[in-house]
């Protein structure tokens, strides 16, 4: 009866549907429900159409524009998926279904188009972005967490004791245009940000930046990371992080003024993070869902938070040069 029940809800049509809004021009509801307007949301769709197509009766109850909407929807809001179900006229185990397959389907080609490397060259060059403090900075490092679940594990590795909960770390290596170039697996509250850095994959890519940078600059790239980062200097030539408070004596007016330089620049990474966590709750929340899921969730929301600065950048150019002058 239950299986009945289910099948008969199922071929009922979807109360909320991506068709209806774009056919009404209800931008307002679009950005409501995703944070983009009909015409964003279109060209996100259509990055990954070929890959949402309908395969089946079942996955045909909602339409490939409706499972997007769906999914950014619950990314959005972080409503649980009982009270989509509701909404949308369909069932829980549907409604789950649809939005972690479309996450996981489509989470590598979003990635691949909206998180690209740009390098000191192609930022001067191609962004026409060129900064007076540190004019070869490739990007500003940093580690985000989520709490979770206490997941009662033995010598607990998710334990933050930084942070007083459980949660996952995930690194960001995020560009001065304010898009986010490089990412890390995920990894437990407790793994150190340095330990962090060191299994990321980034080392090499930087040192073979460097290589581009002296062979066309002839100096080193620059990479701004947070007192957390001591000793990355030693990995990767050009890193800066923050100088420390000398043992029993006051900051030197040099070593204030050279953190600030390093603060107002790295603060990007920091504007990202806020970003995303700002446009999806999913990332801010307490996170519950299977931890094998994380990395493709946090893929998929990096990816077009990305695609959503590319519409509308962190920072605007006017903007950039009053903080430039107030600094």
């Given at each position: 009866?239950?299986?009945?029940?289910?099948e008969e809800?199922?071929?009922?049509?979807?109360?909320?549907?991506?068709?209806?809004?774009?056919?009404?021009?209800?931008?307002?509801?679009?950005?409501?429900?995703?944070?983009?307007?009909?015409?964003?949301?279109?060209?996100?769709?259509?990055?990954?159409?070929?890959?949402?197509?309908?395969?089946?009766?079942?996955?045909?109850?909602?339409?490939?524009?409706?499972?997007?909407l769906?999914t950014?929807?619950?990314?959005?809001?972080?409503?649980?998926?009982?009270?989509?179900?509701?909404?949308?006229?369909?069932?829980?185990t549907?409604?789950?279904?649809?939005?972690?397959?479309?996450?996981?389907?489509?989470?590598?080609?979003?990635?691949?188009?909206?998180?690209?490397?740009?390098?000191?060259?192609e930022?001067?060059?191609?962004?026409?972005?060129?900064?007076?403090?540190?004019?070869?900075?490739l990007?500003?490092?940093?580690?985000?967490?989520q709490?979770?679940?206490?997941?009662?594990?033995?010598?607990d590795?998710?334990?933050?004791?930084?942070?007083?909960?459980?949660?996952?770390?995930?690194?960001?290596?995020?560009?001065?245009?304010?898009?986010?170039?490089?990412?890390?697996?995920?990894?437990?509250?407790?793994?150190?940000?340095?330990?962090?850095?060191?299994?990321?994959?980034?080392?090499?890519?930087?040192?073979?930046?460097?290589?581009?940078?002296?062979?066309?600059?002839?100096?080193?790239?620059?990479?701004?990371?947070?007192?957390?980062?001591?000793?990355?200097?030693?990995?990767?030539?050009?890193?800066?992080?923050?100088?420390?408070?000398?043992?029993?004596?006051?900051?030197?007016?040099?070593?204030?003024?050279?953190?600030?330089?390093?603060t107002?620049?790295?603060?990007?990474?920091?504007?990202?993070f806020?970003?995303?966590?700002?446009?999806?709750?999913?990332?801010?929340?307490?996170?519950?869902?299977?931890?094998?899921?994380?990395?493709?969730?946090?893929?998929?929301?990096?990816?077009?938070?990305?695609?959503?600065?590319?519409?509308?950048p962190?920072?605007?150019?006017?903007?950039?040069?009053?903080?430039?002058?107030?600094?």
């Amino acid at each position: 009866d239950d299986h009945h029940e289910e099948e008969e809800r199922n071929q009922k049509k979807a109360t909320i549907t991506a068709e209806e809004i774009i056919e009404e021009e209800n931008n307002d509801k679009m950005h409501l429900m995703t944070n983009f307007s009909i015409q964003e949301f279109l060209e996100l769709y259509d990055s990954v159409e070929d890959i949402l197509a309908p395969r089946s009766h079942r996955d045909a109850m909602l339409s490939p524009k409706t499972k997007l909407l769906l999914t950014l929807c619950w990314c959005k809001h972080a409503e649980t998926f009982k009270f989509l179900a509701e909404n949308y006229n369909i069932t829980f185990t549907y409604a789950h279904d649809v939005i972690i397959s479309t996450i996981q389907s489509t989470v590598n080609r979003l990635a691949d188009k909206y998180i690209k490397w740009i390098s000191v060259n192609e930022r001067i060059s191609e962004h026409q972005l060129r900064l007076k403090d540190w004019p070869l900075l490739l990007g500003s490092l940093d580690a985000t967490v989520q709490e979770i679940n206490n997941p009662h594990l033995d010598n607990d590795p998710y334990y933050s004791g930084k942070h007083k909960f459980h949660c996952e770390k995930v690194q960001a290596f995020v560009s001065p245009t304010g898009l986010l170039i490089h990412f890390s697996r995920s990894f437990p509250g407790r793994v150190h940000d340095f330990q962090v850095f060191k299994s990321s994959g980034l080392r090499d890519l930087i040192l073979a930046e460097n290589s581009n940078c002296q062979r066309i600059f002839n100096e080193d790239c620059t990479v701004l990371a947070d007192s957390g980062y001591q000793g990355i200097n030693k990995e990767v030539p050009g890193a800066v992080t923050p100088r420390k408070k000398p043992k029993n004596q006051e900051r030197s007016a040099e070593d204030i003024a050279f953190n600030k330089t390093i603060t107002y620049q790295r603060i990007i990474v920091e504007n990202w993070f806020g970003r995303l966590k700002v446009l999806w709750n999913i990332m801010y929340q307490c996170y519950r869902l299977k931890l094998s899921f994380y990395d493709d969730l946090w893929k998929f929301c990096a990816s077009i938070t990305n695609y959503h600065i590319l519409h509308h950048p962190l920072r605007h150019e006017d903007e950039e040069e009053e903080e430039e002058e107030e600094a």
